[in-house]
T-cell receptor, first 118, second 114 residues
Framework: AQSVTQLGSHVSVSEGALVLLRCNYSSSVPPYLFWYVQYPNQGLQLLLKYTSAATLVKGINGFEAEFKKSETSFHLTKPSAHMSDAAEYFCAVSDHSNSGGGADGLTFGKGTHLIIQP | DAGVTQSPTHLIKTRGQQVTLRCSPKSGHDTVSWYQQALGQGPQFIFQYYEEEERQRGNFPDRFSGHQFPNYSSELNVNALLLGDSALYLC?????????????FGPGTRLLVL
């Protein structure tokens, strides 16, 4: 069974500071990993995904994440926070076990609420 | 190009009732997945439909069922509603046979069970 742990239900940073959101996964096979962002009263938007190619993945809005197999981690970072980054962030994993075709169902973490201080 | 659409946006039901939620996938997508997001939690995978069949299922009881139509749109049905079924229900669609394809999410249907 696969699982995702996001450390810190709330993270607060100052505008312009480094953003670091932590994600650790558990999977019996090399996983596919995703970060999604959810703004209030909206659905989820994909920030970036890791699919066993380059371990450093660049996404939208200046975010990036590094896959570290030895640490079973996939932390999300952004060098300089902007007020518009305030949102809920979800890490998700897929163990690509779906034999029925189509993209696999995702297992999500509980989310990290990012607060940006002016 | 319309994204994933869901209807209704909000719904209030009472315990024991049945509910049907609807989803239209993004243009060109043929796979639809449904997720339940309880307040303050991450989404939980309910099931996925591809080629009008349920292809993968999460840990949800049989009260949760679905259907996919020839135009790839989908319905989620929940019978015998419980208070704990109150949540945001998200639909996501993806490209044909895209094993690691991006899942595009709709805005969700917020269900309140009283």
């Amino acid at each position: 069974a696969q699982s995702v742990t996001q450390l810190g239900s709330h993270v607060s940073v100052s505008e312009g500071a480094l953003v670091l959101l932590r994600c650790n996964y558990s999977s019996s096979v090399p996983p596919y990993l995703f970060w999604y962002v959810q703004y209030p009263n909206q659905g989820l938007q994909l920030l970036l995904k890791y699919t066993s190619a380059a371990t450093l993945v660049k996404g939208i809005n200046g975010f990036e994440a590094e896959f570290k197999k030895s640490e079973t981690s996939f932390h999300l970072t952004k060098p300089s926070a902007h007020m518009s980054d305030a949102a809920e962030y979800f890490c998700a994993v897929s163990d690509h076990s779906n034999s029925g075709g189509g993209a696999d169902g995702l297992t999500f973490g509980k989310g990290t609420h990012l607060i940006i201080q002016p | 190009d319309a994204g994933v659409t869901q209807s209704p946006t909000h719904l209030i039901k009472t315990r024991g009732q049945q509910v049907t939620l609807r989803c239209s996938p993004k243009s060109g997508h043929d796979t639809v997945s449904w997720y339940q997001q309880a307040l303050g939690q991450g989404p939980q995978f309910i099931f996925q439909y591809y080629e009008e069949e349920e292809r993968q299922r999460g840990n949800f009881p049989d009260r949760f069922s679905g259907h996919q139509f020839p135009n790839y749109s989908s319905e989620l049905n929940v019978n015998a509603l419980l208070l704990g079924d109150s949540a945001l229900y998200l639909c996501a669609s993806s490209f044909p046979r895209a094993r690691v394809g991006t899942q595009y999410f709709g805005p969700g249907t917020r269900l309140l069970v009283l």
